[in-house]
Each structure stands twice: as C-alpha cells, then as structure tokens.
C-alpha cells in the first residue's frame, strides 16, 4: 500500500532554506544514524527524508518548538525529535502538532499515563494479553500481537491493557527502523464475549484511536484480525467512525481462514496458533525487553511534573482526549449495538 503524497514541508522555516543557500550541518556528538542504507534510500523516498538535511530539520523543529512553545516540557534531543519528524514526513507544522498533541495525550488521561512502568503492568504481561513477535513481517515491520481473550475483566480495568499496549510502544518507537517501517498488529479475537467487547465503548475507542492517530509518533502499516466473532462486527461499528480513512483501510478481517492472513503476513514469521512455523506463541521474549527498560520508564513516566496548563498553555488535547466521563445512555447505547449483532 502506497503511502498518501502529504509529504511537502510547509515550514516557513523550510521555505526560508534552500540547499544552495548554506551547507549541510555537521552531525553532532549526540546522534548517530543506526539506517541501513536500504532504509536511508527509503525513508528518502518515502518520508521525504534527506541524510544531508535531516540534523537542519531537526534543528529548524527545536527552533519552532522554543519559539511557539516555551513552556513545553519535552525533550530536545536530535533521536527524539527525529521520531515526529519521520512520522509526519518531515512537514514541520505537522511535527510540531504530533509532539503537543503527544504531551497533551499523556496529561489528559492519567489513569494510563502516571506511574507508566514495566513493572507496574506484570499481570497485565503474564497474562500474554500482548506480545511482540520475534520476526518482522517482510517490510520490516515488528508485528504487535493482541489477545483480548486473555483479559479477565474481574481482574484489573481495561486501561491496564491500553497502559501495556502504549508501553510497547514506547519501546518500539525507540528503533530508528520502526520509524521508517512501521509497525502491523495482528489482533486475534477468538472468545471474546459481548460482556467483554462492552468495556470498549465509544469513550475508550475514542481516546484510544486518538492517541494512536494524532497523539503518537508510529506508522500503522496494517491490523490484521483473526478469529473475530460476529460481535466484532459492533465492535468495528464502534471503532469505525474514529478512524481517518487511510487508516480504515488498512485493516484486514480475515476471520478464521488463516490462507488469507497468510497472504499478508507469510507463515515463517508467524506462530503454529496462527499456522505458522515459527515455534510457539512466546510472550517471555518480549516481557523481559520491557522489564529490563524500567529505569527509562521511571525517569520517563514517573517523576513529578508542572501543572498541565503551564506545560500546553492553551494547547488542546486531540479531538477525543477530553476526559469527560461516560454517561450511562452511552453505555446502554453500546450494549444495544452490540447485540443487534446476534
């Protein structure tokens, strides 16, 4: 699938250089490229992204966050900011929205952002509730698996698993080839009941598609979904009026015909549950990579900020990340549609 063409800097910072104009910065002690030069020549052509110019991009987004936004409490550093520049191909305004919409995501939800550490999620990972397969898929893609059957809602609330799921991302992102990739999430829905699906109302899809769409710096290269019931169907109806077109399309029903999954993601990639011939379903791997990050959470995550309004000043959270409180006509709304899928 080709990648839309809103790929033009329209910084005015952009503009103003010209590569005849000066040259190209010398890369500082702080950032090192780790690309092969196979994903150099392709976040060139599919990222707009120049090795020449990338630390002059860099710099003219730290410029544009100092100037438009004192207050901001973010980090400055050429790797991180590389990551909204990349994920927003290099248009600077656009770049500059992802980072405050991606600090206002994290102040206005803090059921799922304090206290943001491996450690704090370990029933959530042994439940194998998610895991990252140990192959990419073959564009490079790490793959991000999903079982919400795993969850027993008696156990702990579902922002446990939306904490777990925005935690491996966080660690994901931090690989500069998943920032030129992408990742896929293969999603399996096999005994998901409607007493479950009912925990994900509009509320949580909406904060949760947000977050994904607008408030985080990853490519979403495609969701496959297995084993869906017939109650997925009101789940989707749910999910779908969130969703920008581009990223609607990209999602695959592929039910319980796993020929059809594999013409997507090839079967040496993926587990025998899922017909495929690499080994069993492993959640240890990557539950031990998260835990061994605790100490990047904690300094991340944990430690005690400004008040959200000296942070943002008059920065809004993305459409969908208010922190309105579901009413109880929405929550018999979303039970109806789901069983008039029955």
Known sequence: ?????????????????????????SAPAGYVCSLTEELVAKAREEL??????RLRDVQALRDMVRKECPHLSTSLEDAFLLRFLRARKFDYDRALQLLINYHSCRRSWPEVFNDLRPSALKEVLASGFLTVLPHTDP???????????????SNYPITENIRAVYLTLEKLIQSEETQVNGIVILADYKGVSLSKASHFGPFIAKKVIGILQDG??????????VNEP?????????????????IA?????????????????PRNILPREYGGTAGELDITAWNAVLLASEEDFVREFCQPG??????????????GLSSEVPCDDSMRAVKSQLYSCY
Do not use: Y
């Open 306 to 319: 400004p008040p959200c309004d000296s942070i943002l000043g008059q920065a809004l959270p993305p459409e």
């Open 139 to 153: 564009r490079g893609c790490p793959v991000l698996c999903l079982r919400p059957d795993r969850w027993i809602p």
């Open 1 to 25: 699938m080709s990648e839309e063409s809103d790929s033009l800097r329209t910084s005015p910072s952009a503009a103003s250089l010209s590569e005849n104009e000066l040259p190209p910065p």
């Open 216 to 225: 985080f710096p990853i490519r979403i290269k495609a969701v496959h979904v």
């Open 230 to 246: 017939r109650i997925f169907k009101g789940i989707f109806a749910i999910i779908k009026p969130f969703l920008k077109e581009k």
């Open 48 to 53: 707009q992204e120049k090795p020449e110019w």
């Open 249 to 265: 399309n990209r999602f695959f029903l592929h039910g319980s015909d796993l020929n059809s999954l594999h013409t997507n993601l």
